[in-house]
Nanobody
Framework: QVQLVESGGGLVQPGGSLRLSCAAS????????MSWYRQAPGKERELVAG????????NYADSVKGRFTISGDNAKKTAYLQMNSLKAEDTAVYYC?????????????WGQGTQVTVSS
């Protein structure tokens, strides 16, 4: 079965750091682009960061540029989101996403989410 499992969320003080992990199984990890999304209460889910399947290109939401870093480890089949200089506004449930295009059809998978709370 295809599965994405996030971990690493928790409570952190403003200015602190967390590293989220997304462990993948059931598909060819290297063939997929990986992304992190987040959803705060009362708000729509938004893209936070993305990385290409080759790992050569990344993109970030303006609100996290310079603070967050997305990366992937093919050997461990795991994607990461390093979150530094955290703000209260970063509080949300963070979701891992994997996607690719196969013969013109999009294949996409989601993790269950992990809670990040930034508070003093």
């Amino acid at each position: 079965q295809v599965q994405l499992v996030e971990s690493g969320g928790g409570l952190v003080q403003p200015g602190g750091s967390l590293r989220l992990s997304c462990a993948a199984s059931g598909f060819t990890f290297r063939s997929y682009a990986m992304s992190w999304y987040r959803q705060a209460p009362g708000k729509e889910r938004e893209l936070v960061a993305g990385i290409t399947s080759a790992g050569g290109s990344t993109n970030y939401a303006d609100s996290v540029k310079g603070r967050f870093t997305i990366s992937g480890d093919n050997a461990k089949k795991t994607a990461y989101l390093q979150m530094n200089s955290l703000k209260a506004e970063d509080t949300a449930v963070y979701y891992c996403n994997a996607n690719t295009i196969w013969s013109g059809v999009r294949l996409e998978y989601w993790g269950q989410g992990t809670q990040v709370t930034v508070s003093s």
